[in-house]
């Protein structure tokens, strides 16, 4: 088992950043790939990135590439979310997800992710 509490989150203008954190309860952390999904209101929830366990890979949705970036520290149990020059379209509660390394397939399918968040919300103002 699993436990995920983000923290972070925040009012924002336009440009700024914000580094969101999420600190993992457990056996194992660096067994898990771990990544970031939003939900923005009447939307769905949508991949934001993710980092493999052993840290040699990343991905992120084309809409925060060149602007957010993802890492990990396994000593802390903790991944990070950097975002910078933040969007109003970037306003979302902002979840992070576990998925052990035994279940593979793509990092940005929500659906192989075994434990979530209750999320942290960000608010970016023109």
């Known amino acids: 088992q699993v436990q995920l509490v983000e923290s972070g989150g925040g009012l924002v203008q336009a440009g700024g950043s914000l580094r969101l954190s999420c600190a993992a309860s457990g056996r194992s952390f660096s067994m898990y790939t771990m990544g970031w999904f939003r939900q923005a209101p009447g939307k769905e929830r949508e991949f934001v990135a993710a980092?493999?366990?052993?840290?040699?890979?990343?991905d992120y949705a084309d809409s925060v590439k060149g602007r957010f970036t993802i890492s990990r520290d396994n000593a802390k149990n903790t991944v990070y979310l950097e975002m910078n020059r933040l969007k109003p379209e970037d306003t979302a509660v902002y979840h992070c997800?576990?998925?052990?390394?035994?279940?593979?397939?793509?990092?940005?399918?929500?659906?192989?992710?075994?434990?979530w968040g209750q999320g942290t919300q960000v608010t970016v103002s023109l």
């Open positions: 980092i493999s366990w052993r840290e040699s890979s990343t």
């Open positions: 997800a576990a998925r052990h390394l035994s279940r593979g397939g793509s990092m940005s399918y929500e659906g192989r992710y075994d434990y």
